[in-house]
């Protein structure tokens, strides 16, 4: 069965401060990376994609791959109240999303 | 409005009932989902169509059954609750033509099964 594995935190940091968060998956074959973002209550909204090695840059957030670990991370710099919320990796393989089960994220003023 | 739309947004039921979760799409999409979300476990794949004609079972088909409509309806039914059912349900589309995996969320269904 695919796998997609996250901490499920929470991470708590404080307002300003780089946000790390972390998936790994099981299939080799997997072809694209997703990280969404939940609030509580709502529904799942893309806030990055990736899907070769290195790193992808979009204002504050940078999405990391490096699928020889088989690793993908997102790192949310000068982190900010309104960024508390459930970040679910999602890997695409086979036709198939298969979602992580999520870190949830604290930021504190 | 909504490019995809569920109904009901919040459902209470009791064990034994039959529920229909509907969800409609006007994003032309010919990819459809239903996904379960319970907490920690992230979401859950339960039914997936690629098209009118092509219903397939997910990770947690067990206990559900699904109907497309047309290209932009796609409906999730429970025959007979039951209260592991509780969870927040999310319909999603995505685009064959692109095919990179993204998928589009509804705004979700509460059901609350007692």
């Known amino acids: 069965q695919k796998e997609v594995e996250q901490n499920s935190g929470p991470l708590s940091v404080p307002e300003g401060a780089i946000a790390s968060l972390n998936c790994t998956y099981s299939?080799?074959?997997?072809?694209?990376f997703f990280w969404y973002r939940q609030y509580s209550g709502k529904s799942p909204e893309l806030i990055m994609s990736i899907y070769s090695n290195g790193d992808k840059e979009d204002g504050r957030f940078t999405a990391q791959l490096n699928k020889a670990s088989q690793y993908v991370s997102l790192l949310i710099r000068d982190s900010q109240p309104s960024d508390s919320a459930t970040y679910l990796c999602?890997?695409?393989?086979?036709?198939?999303?298969?979602f992580g089960g999520g870190t949830r994220l604290m930021v504190k003023p | 409005d909504a490019d995809v739309t569920q109904t009901p947004r919040n459902r209470i039921t009791k064990t034994g009932k039959r529920i229909m979760l509907e969800c409609s799409q006007t994003?032309?999409?010919?990819?459809m989902y239903w996904y379960r979300q319970d907490p920690g476990l992230g979401l859950r794949l339960i039914y997936y169509?690629?098209?009118?004609?092509?219903?397939n079972k997910g990770e947690i088909s067990d206990g559900y059954s699904v109907s497309r409509q047309a290209q932009a309806k796609f409906s999730l039914s429970l025959e007979s609750a039951i209260p592991n059912q509780t969870a927040l349900y999310f319909c999603?589309?995505?685009?064959?033509?692109?095919?990179?995996?993204?998928?589009?969320f509804g705004e979700g269904s509460r059901l609350t099964v007692l």
């Open positions: 999603a589309t995505s685009d064959i033509s692109e095919d990179t995996g993204e998928l589009f």
């Open positions: 994003k032309g999409h010919d990819r």
């Open positions: 299939d080799r074959g997997s072809q694209s």
């Open positions: 169509s690629f098209d009118v004609k092509d219903i």
């Open positions: 999602a890997v695409y393989a086979g036709n198939m999303l298969t």
